[in-house]
């Protein structure tokens, strides 16, 4: 670490100086007529990658027994990994203790890592999953499943209660009087005759 900055400035000054020589040598590649692939690959390789890395936008890293692992928020995973259509419905899930963290009751900011098992309860139905990946971003459906992976006893326990929940008998409470012509046909229609 520099103590006053000075070989830092100078270090980005170099950064950018090389940048501008590639970008001078990506026009002459164009304007020769060479193939699009070189000039593209003449402008991203670089000898010294710390600028191009400190501008990505990803998840600060914890180091694990000599591992680089990458962590999000909690509130951020659940959203992009599309349990809750805003980050406000999954901090308020947290908060109300609808979501667990290797058996642990978490805070929304609680940073998760793959490999970390998570106990969610949806309304009527708990999901028991393994993060296998972190991200920061909401992408679609299709990527979102790609974060984690379901426990098969935690998919077969919702199938089970689903089953139980269609197919269960609905609940007629008894009237003082009997039913009139507008209860008659809702348990007709609910009966399905």
Sequence with gaps: MPDDGTEAVAAAFADSAETAARALVVSDLFLSGAAPHAAREAMTATRNPRIITSMRRESPDVRREGAVQRTVRLDKWLWAARFFKSRALAVEAITGGKVAVNAERVKPSREVRAGDQIRLRLGPYEHVLTVTD??????????????????????????????????????????????????????RRLKGS
Excluded: M
Aim: proline fraction near 6%.
């Design 134 to 187: 972190v991200s920061e971003r909401r992408g679609p459906a299709s990527q979102a499943v790609l974060l984690y992976s379901e426990t098969t006893e935690s998919r077969a326990a919702r199938e089970k209660l689903h089953w139980q929940l269609k197919h269960a008998s609905p609940v007629i409470e008894r009237g003082d009087a009997r039913p009139n012509k507008k209860d008659r046909r809702d348990l």
